[in-house]
Nanobody
Framework: QVQLVESGGGLVQAGGSLRLSCAAS????????MGWFRQAPGKEREFVAA????????YYTNSVKGRFTISRDNAKNTVYLQMNSLKPEDTAVYYC?????????????????WGQGTQVTVSS
């Protein structure tokens, strides 16, 4: 079992930045591919980014490429999402997730554990 707790969400103006953190506990953090998803009101959960177990590979959805950066610190059992040049359409609840596999999947069904989410609101 892995417990995930997100933090760092908030209200920011368009063009601003936020850094989300997700702290993991329970099992060896480096055994998991980590991902970030988001869900806006009335919409399905959407893949944002994923990072491999030892941070060799990353994968982003097209809408955030060049603006968001996923990273991890296995010594601190934490994954991050640096979000720059934020847009109103980035407004959503952001979730981190962990999977026991190796694929940097964008399908939420590939992920085994989820955090409770943190709200990000971008005003225009």
């Amino acid at each position: 079992q892995v417990q995930l707790v997100e933090s760092g969400g908030g209200l920011v103006q368009a063009g601003g930045s936020l850094r989300l953190s997700c702290a993991a506990s329970g099992r060896t953090f480096s055994n998991y591919v980590m991902g970030w998803f988001r869900q806006a009101p009335g919409k399905e959960r959407e893949f944002v980014a994923a990072i491999s177990r030892i941070a060799i590979s990353t994968y982003y959805t097209n809408s955030v490429k060049g603006r968001f950066t996923i990273s991890r610190d296995n010594a601190k059992n934490t994954v991050y999402l640096q979000m720059n040049s934020l847009k109103p359409e980035d407004t959503a609840v952001y979730y981190c997730a962990a999977q026991r596999g190796y694929d940097l999947g964008r399908d939420h069904r590939q992920y085994d554990y989820w955090g409770q989410g943190t709200q990000v609101t971008v005003s225009s």
